[in-house]
């Protein structure tokens, strides 16, 4: 059974940093991509980032340079780095994975198509 699971959410003022983190389990990791999407109250989910099978990294341009997803395949772990936050990030973060996404071209995948989720864990960023 594959399940993904988020921790990591918490309040912060504007310029901090918070480290989200996704437990996976139930697929071989390093086979599958993973990406962090957001919803923002009254808006739809919005990729973040994606890290591909192969390592490839793929970055919302409005977190480009703020944002650092990586992967820890001993612990079965996704995390998302942000630095420099903004009201305008918060949102629900969730994570998602899928054995086999299409290929965008170098630019992030939809949110459907990718059909395992967490329940996401909520950011919220103060001016």
């Known amino acids: 059974q594959v399940t993904v699971v988020e921790s990591g959410g918490g309040s912060v003022q504007a310029g901090g940093s918070l480290t989200l983190s996704c437990a996976a389990s139930?697929?071989?990791?390093?086979?599958?991509?993973m990406a962090w999407f957001r919803q923002a109250p009254g808006k739809g989910r919005e990729g973040v980032a994606q890290?591909?099978?192969?390592?490839?990294?793929v970055y919302a341009d409005s977190v480009k340079g703020r944002f650092t997803i990586s992967k820890d395949s001993a612990k079965n772990t996704l995390f998302l780095q942000m630095n420099s936050l903004r009201p305008e990030d918060t949102a629900m973060y969730y994570c998602?994975?899928?054995?086999?996404?299409?290929?965008?071209?170098?630019?992030?995948?939809?949110?459907?198509?990718?059909?395992?989720w967490g329940q996401g864990t909520g950011v919220t960023v103060s001016s």
């Open positions: 139930g697929f071989t990791f390093d086979d599958w991509p």
């Open positions: 890290i591909d099978d192969d390592g490839t990294t």
């Open positions: 998602a994975a899928e054995r086999f996404i299409r290929y965008y071209g170098g630019r992030l995948a939809q949110a459907t198509d990718f059909g395992y």
